[in-house]
């Protein structure tokens, strides 16, 4: 049973414009969650993350949003770049559990 | 300032063998946690170790075990490879007691069971 989802598979967009990539997820218990990028041939880096105390955490051109209710948040990223180009992995965790759950992960493409 | 780890890089065994990956972590980090990504798959989160022990596991058999040394490295041994054990195995480190500290990635070793 997946309990973090990203449906979309790929991403393209246009260098300098929005990148907005989703996850949805299941769990309520949930209350960390984080992004990931990963390059071909390399592991996962992290990215940003967002307390479920919170709704919006930004971090130079990346920015996550989190709406509980909804059980989904998101990664905008502003302005897109080629070097963003990478498989990003939306993750979730409980505090005081030792482990994230993953999404598939999203692949997005910045054409210069 | 080295970061997580992972040998070797790639290695391919049959089906019935048994595999042993090594980690180190981060360097100040104490706690190491390993993770399966399955092609087309996000990774999936298969134990944890801290203080030497298991803390906890993933939905992972029995076949899959682990060691974590007085130095924080640590091994995932996999006996009877199967198939399905093709992937690629990803070690993580973090601060175990330090609030949202984010896991750090190696590069992950390549397993290819035939």
């Known amino acids: 049973d997946q309990q973090v989802k990203q449906n979309s598979p790929s991403l393209s967009v246009q260098e300098g414009r929005i990148s907005i990539l989703n996850c949805d997820y299941t769990n309520s218990m949930f209350d960390y969650f984080l992004w990931y990028k990963k390059y071909p041939a390399e592991g996962p880096t992290f990215l940003i993350s967002i307390s479920s105390i919170k709704d919006k955490n930004e971090d130079g051109r990346f920015t996550v949003f989190l709406n509980k209710s909804a059980k989904h948040l998101s990664l905008h990223i502003v302005p897109s770049q080629p070097g963003d180009s990478a498989v990003y992995f939306c993750a979730a965790g409980s505090h005081g559990a030792n482990n994230l759950f993953f999404g598939t992960g999203t692949r997005l493409t910045v054409i210069p | 300032d080295a970061g997580v780890t992972q040998s070797p890089t790639h290695l391919i065994k049959t089906r019935g063998q048994q595999v042993t990956l090594r980690c180190s972590p981060k360097?100040?980090?104490?706690?190491v946690s390993w993770y399966q990504q399955a092609l087309g798959q996000g990774p999936q989160f298969i134990f944890q170790y801290y203080e030497e022990e298991e803390r906890q596991r993933g939905n992972f058999p029995d076949r899959f075990s682990g060691h974590q040394f007085p130095n924080y490295s640590s091994e995932l041994n996999v006996n009877a490879l199967l198939l399905g054990d093709s992937a690629l195995y990803l070690c993580a480190s973090s601060l175990l007691y330090r609030e949202n500290s984010p896991l750090h990635f190696g590069n992950g070793t390549r397993l290819t069971v035939t």
């Open positions: 360097s100040g980090h104490d706690t």
